[in-house]
Each structure stands twice: as C-alpha cells, then as structure tokens.
C-alpha cells in the first residue's frame, strides 16, 4: 500500500477511484479463483460471516481512504508507524480471542517484530512539509484511524479464515459491499473520474487480492499460531517494501534499516522454529 501511494502521488492518481477498480478486479478474482458456491443459498454464509463481511465491507475501503488521508497530512513515514503498529491488536487477540498460549520464544519473536516493524520504518532524513498547520487532535484521529483499522481488518480476516472453504462467500460479499459503498461516497462527492486512476486500480486490485488469499490461507495453515502469521505478513511487507524503495526508488538503507530486516528474520525465526 505504502509503495502504490508514493507511486499515486507522484502520477497524481485518485486514490479513491483506484480503490474503487480494486474491489472490482478483487471480486473478479474471487469468483474466477476461489468459485465461491451459492447453490445452497445465503443461509450458511449468514450464519457464520454475516458480522465478518458487514465490518469488512465497511472498513475495507474506509481505511484505504483514512491512510491516503494520513499520508496527505502527517507523511508516509508516520503513517506507516501506525499501520504497522497496528500489529498490536491482532497479536493481543491471539493470546485473548484466539486462545494460543504465550510462550518465551513467541515473547522473545513478538517484541523482535515489534523492534523490525519501528526499525524498517525509520527515515531520520525524511522532512515532510504542510501547506496547513495540523493540529494535534487531528494527527490522533487519522493515526488512530489507521491503527485501529488496519489492526481490526487482521482479526476479521483469522475470523474468516476459520470458516474453511465458505471463506469465499464471505470474502466475495465483503469486497462487493465493499464496492458499492465507495462508490455511492464517490458518487456524493460528484467525483470526476479519471481513467489512469481507474486503471491503476486494476494493478492495486491484483495485488490486494493475492496479498488477502494467502493471507488467509496462511492462517487456515497455521490455525493454531495466529501470532506466526500476523508477525510475519508485516514484517514480510515491510521487507519487501524496502527492497522495493531500494531498487525502484533508489532509496537508501540505512544501518537502522538493515537492523530491521535482521530483526525481522530473527523474529520469524523464534516464531516459527522456537515457538
């Protein structure tokens, strides 16, 4: 999300319109992928995902907007802190929610995440400059939105990992919900579409779809270690991301960075072989 958003603003992409086109290549995908069933009608999927795609539905395109709000106002580098930090919540649902049992190699990986998550995203020489001073109440409520949002999506999508294969139903509801509420907000604001907005969402769309679906396989996987998968999905995107600032953006590591991904390697490593 963090390398799409540096690209919009530099191409002058809607972000919007382009979250927009993401829900309709992701329910293209769902269906030509994952072939959700519908023969035996809505009941089953009410029964076990109607609370799932209905938050889903709503906080899906609402927290895309909140952190392109949020890049807008306070800058990439602490909207990214807060997206990531937002790894607090799914992993206390681990340990409250999902009933797994703390151990000290899981302690010793959760605080080794935490410590790549802050270290990746740290840019000393980054200086971002507002046209309009931001005051302090409104930088909580878009952080805030951010890391409440991103750490509540990661708890409904173990939730809906746990539904086995009827996860398709749900995932297909939640994205077309998930549609026709941005565009009815895109529709009140008299949008004025662009088309390389529009088509930009059919990369976004791709790639949010894939990131999902193994997201939530990776949990069908490893039902029993939620904290594994959270852990290691941020701190694999973050990973990722640098290498991508490295070699598209021409970005720079610096030693804090590199601290990171070490940090982040050692952290799945306790997770996944320790734990």
């Known amino acids: 999300m963090s390398v799409f958003l540096k690209i919009a603003r530099w191409q002058h992409i809607d972000i919007a319109q382009a979250i927009l086109v993401n829900y309709i290549t992701a329910i293209v995908l769902c269906l030509v992928v994952l072939s959700p069933d519908f023969s035996g009608g809505l009941t089953g999927v009410l029964h076990g995902g109607v609370m799932i795609f209905v938050l889903l539905g709503i906080l899906l395109p609402s927290v895309f907007i909140i952190m392109a709000k949020a890049v807008q106002m306070v800058g990439i580098a602490k909207s990214d802190v807060a997206q990531r930090l937002a790894l607090f919540l799914p992993i206390l649902a681990s340990f409250t929610i999902f009933g797994e049992t703390l151990t000290l190699a899981k302690g010793v990986g959760i605080v080794l995440a935490f410590l ?6 740290f840019k ?11 005051s302090t109440k409104q930088t909580v409520l878009v952080l805030g939105g951010v890391w409440a949002g991103y750490g509540v999506i990661d708890i409904l999508f173990k939730q809906m990992s746990k539904l086995g294969n009827a996860f398709a139903h749900t995932l297909l509801i939640s994205f077309v919900l998930a549609f026709v509420l941005l565009f009815v907000y895109l529709m009140t604001q008299k949008t004025r579409w662009h088309g390389k907005s529009l088509a930009s969402g059919v990369i976004l769309g791709v790639l949010n779809f894939c990131n ?8 069908q996987v490893h039902k029993d270690d939620p904290t594994l998968v959270f852990a290691g999905m941020n701190i694999g995107v973050m990973c990722v991301g640098a290498m991508v600032g490295v070699l598209i953006f021409k970005e720079k590591l610096n030693k804090i960075n590199i601290l990171g991904i070490l940090s982040g390697i050692c952290a799945v490593w306790c997770l996944f072989y320790l734990a």
């Open 116 to 121: 790549s998550l802050m270290t990746l995203t």
């Open 124 to 134: 000393p020489s980054l200086n971002f400059t507002q046209n309009q001073p931001i």
């Open 212 to 219: 999902i679906l193994f997201y939530i396989k990776a949990h």
